[in-house]
């Protein structure tokens, strides 16, 4: 399921005849692509219905990395090449699922460590792994750790001070005689399209959504090459936002990550995600080159929505598929 790594010399050629080589490409890793309460769903494992839930069904026959249903928190790795060939991994949320991640998909992929951290909100699945934040911290060349930054809204900041007050301390917390003390940088953005920030080189525009009536979460635009938008959790799109990431707007998109929380039906005033039909309504409307869908719940089954949306994608004219946890797409940043 991932593209195939890039060719370098020709088989029977030489480095002297072969033709220049690529620049080094940056990535995107999506260490999960479901919803809070991640797939299976328990629940449907020691309650099962009749019949039982074919997608959290799967969990008990299929080894995570051989079943795109099986889906963690919603969070995504952004493996950026610079220039000079180095590369700096930043980590977009830290939910309750980020230990299982790192020892699934860090490991997989042969990331090292983590340079930044961007959190979306303050809910559960995009922080409660905080708390193993100092699991992925950078060596500093000898025996300690670098500072980390972390990107976060001030009212995302007052929850962690409440949540996690020995990680803004920088002590571990009581009574864990293993666990370093975490060295991090609290880096405070706004929510505001008009105030871009820089992390490890790469700069991020913020893109304010609705997450229910009365609650702002954040997604981001990024990318000096090729254009990304991500976009985790949407009830509601704020006017200015969309036209920052629309064709019609600023420009388009080469790729929108969006999420899709339920298959069928329409929100309501007391939604907090988008359904399909709304996500789909709204790639319509932004108009990129290309979307991948998550933070889908256990309706979605892997195989049959992407071959339904495959359809929609030929009648639409814009690519659009599921993604899956542990999937690398290559882009060039």
Request: net charge negative; hydrophobic share 40%; charged share 20%.
């Given at each position: ?12 050629g ?5 033709s220049?080589?690529?620049?080094p ?7 999960g692509?479901g919803c809070?309460g991640a797939l299976?769903?328990t629940?449907c ?13 799967m969990?008990l026959?299929?080894p995570?990395?051989q ?5 963690l928190n919603t969070?995504?790795?952004?493996d950026?090449?610079?220039d000079?060939?180095?590369?700096k ?7 309750k699922t ?8 860090f490991v997989h992929?042969k990331?090292?460590?983590v340079d930044?951290?961007i959190l979306?909100?303050?809910?559960a699945d995009?922080v ?10 950078p060596?500093n ?7 980390i930054?972390i ?12 949540r996690?007050p020995y990680?803004?301390?920088?002590r571990p917390?009581?009574?864990?005689q293993?666990a ?5 940088d609290?880096?405070?953005?706004e ?6 920030f820089v ?5 991020f ?16 635009l ?12 949407v009830?509601?799109?704020?006017p200015?936002?969309?036209h920052a990431?629309?064709?019609s ?5 080469d790729?929108?990550?969006l999420?899709?929380?339920?298959l ?8 907090t995600?988008?359904?399909?039909s709304e996500s789909?309504d709204?790639?319509k409307?932004?108009?990129p080159?290309r979307?991948?869908?998550?933070g ?5 089954e ?12 030929i ?6 598929q599921?993604a899956?946890?542990?999937q ?6």
């Amino acid at each position: 399921m991932e593209p195939a790594d890039p060719a370098t010399v020709p088989a029977g050629g030489n480095a002297a005849s072969a033709s220049p080589q690529p620049r080094p490409s940056s990535s995107l890793i999506f260490l999960g692509t479901g919803c809070s309460g991640a797939l299976p769903d328990t629940r449907c494992l020691i309650r099962q219905s009749t019949p039982p839930c074919t997608v959290c069904s799967m969990g008990l026959s299929l080894p995570p990395d051989q079943n795109p249903n099986y889906r963690l928190n919603t969070s995504l790795l952004i493996d950026y090449c610079h220039d000079d060939g180095t590369h700096k991994y930043i980590l977009i949320d830290i939910g309750k699922t980020f230990r299982e991640q790192v020892l699934r998909w860090f490991v997989h992929h042969k990331v090292p460590s983590v340079d930044s951290i961007i959190l979306t909100h303050e809910h559960a699945d995009a922080v409660l792994g905080l708390d193993e934040v100092w699991v992925v911290q950078p060596s500093n060349g000898g025996n300690g750790i670098k500072h980390i930054p972390i990107f976060l809204t001030e009212f995302t900041m007052d929850s962690v001070v409440r949540r996690f007050p020995y990680l803004v301390q920088q002590r571990p917390e009581d009574g864990d005689q293993d666990a370093q003390a975490a060295k991090i940088d609290w880096k405070i953005i706004e929510e505001d399209v008009d105030k871009p920030f820089v992390a490890s080189g790469l700069e991020f525009v913020p893109l304010p959504v609705m997450h229910g009536e009365g609650y702002i979460c954040l997604g981001f635009l990024f990318g000096r090459r090729a254009r990304v938008a991500y976009l985790s959790d949407v009830s509601r799109f704020l006017p200015k936002t969309e036209h920052a990431i629309s064709k019609s707007g600023a420009g388009q998109l080469d790729l929108l990550i969006l999420e899709a929380n339920a298959l069928h039906g329409v929100g309501d005033s007391f939604s907090t995600h988008l359904t399909l039909s709304e996500s789909l309504d709204a790639i319509k409307r932004i108009c990129p080159k290309r979307a991948l869908l998550i933070g889908m719940r256990h309706f979605f089954e892997h195989q049959r929505e992407n071959h339904m949306l495959a359809e929609w994608s030929i009648r639409e004219g814009i690519p659009v598929q599921l993604a899956h946890d542990g999937q690398r797409v290559c882009i060039d940043l």
